[in-house]
């Protein structure tokens, strides 16, 4: 019995595989034919259903991409710019008055220890002249006056801040100053009325240009010898004959060569040397002492030497002297020792070099 089951199971297997083989292809190209028509009559019927999402499909290909960017950039680390501009930076100053904007009103300005008039003039980039002019009735034309404290008015350019007085006319006033009125008109900070420019009496007046002649303070050449003693002047003296004469060449009267204050201008016939309290001042060449001591018309102590050449030089705002008058002195010998007497807004030394009554440029004889 067992055999023949045995027999049979073969049998059984190939009867299988030979309906496999001959109806399992058609019947899956039937399958497969059914389901493509079935497809197509869903498609037919609703074809909304069936319609390409192009926003959909961009929301995917975006979202695609930025997972990739950001994919990327974490593992490409970003390039580091160094940051420079620490280094450029500039600290802004909180002590600047004056503004590089041009200015078309007058300013004020307080006076403060070492100013001078140049060196106030050079702030504001006008000329020292400028200054006095404007400021006739607080320093009287003498630059000398200077004192800490004074308020002054700066004009807004170079030429001359005029008070209008009753009567006064644009022609006039141009003349006497030696401008011209189209210049006063047209200045904006005038604010006048080019069709009619009236103008009231005690307004300033900018005047553009205009210049008028200094009232120079200074004190006289003194002159060795017997003429000394006729100028008038306390504190000259009668020198008599001889002495000591000049080499015909000068030194610095200060162990410092830098200028402290004014510089040499039409205002000021001298130039102001940088020295401290008790530094000694030397004589800037040889010669005879004809003026040792106090000088009232704002010199303070002060010295000054006949080289017997056509030279005299002059030192001022001293704190002591220590020659007498009619000492004779070798180039280079002490006679006085620096200080801030008389007006003077700090301690300076005010060099005068002046030849044959005439003031000399002290830059052109010093070496």
């Known amino acids: 019995m067992t055999q023949k089951l045995i027999a049979a199971q073969p049998q059984s297997e190939g009867i299988l595989k030979s309906l496999l083989n001959t109806w399992l292809p058609p019947m899956l190209w039937g399958v497969v034919a059914a389901m493509l028509i079935f497809a197509a009559l869903v498609i037919r019927i609703h074809p909304a259903s069936f319609k390409f999402d192009e926003k959909a499909a961009a929301v995917d290909v975006g979202e695609t991409v930025n997972k990739v960017d950001q994919e990327v950039r974490v593992a490409v680390p970003p390039v580091q710019v160094p940051d420079h501009s620490q280094s450029l930076q500039r600290q802004s100053n909180p002590r600047t008055i004056i503004s590089s904007q041009p200015r078309t009103s007058p300013v004020e300005y307080v006076v403060e220890s070492l ?55 644009i022609e006039a006033v141009a003349q006497k100053f030696k401008a011209k009125p189209e210049d006063i008109i047209l200045f904006s900070g005038n604010h006048l009325d080019i069709t009619d420019p009236k103008i009231e009496p005690g307004k300033l007046i900018m005047i553009p240009g205009g210049k008028r002649e200094f009232r120079q303070w200074v004190m006289p050449t003194i002159p060795r010898g017997k003429a000394g003693v006729s100028t008038g002047i306390q504190g000259t003296c009668n020198t008599g004959d001889g002495g000591a004469y000049g080499t015909g060449t000068f030194i610095y009267p200060t162990r410092e060569t830098r200028l402290s204050g004014n510089d040499y201008w039409d205002g000021h016939l001298a130039i102001d040397l940088a020295v401290g309290v008790g530094d000694p001042v030397v004589a800037s060449d040889s010669g005879v002492v004809v003026y040792a001591g106090w000088n009232a018309s704002g010199y303070g102590y002060m010295v000054m030497i006949d080289h017997g050449n056509g030279y005299q030089t002059l030192y001022a705002h001293l704190s002591k ?3 007498s008058c009619g000492q004779s002195v070798n180039q280079g010998n002490v006679i006085g020792y620096g200080g801030s007497t008389g007006n003077s807004t700090g301690p300076h030394l005010h060099f005068e070099v002046r030849y044959m009554g005439g003031f000399v440029n002290p830059w052109w004889v010093l070496p």
């Open 115 to 169: 100013d001078s008039v140049f060196g106030i003039a050079t702030k504001f980039n006008l000329k020292p002249e400028s200054i006095l002019w404007a400021n006739y009735d607080v320093l009287n034309d003498n630059p000398d006056m200077l004192a800490v404290g004074q308020v002054l008015k700066v004009p807004p350019a170079d030429g001359v801040l005029y008070e209008w007085q009753e009567n006064d006319t």
């Open 321 to 323: 002297v220590s020659v």
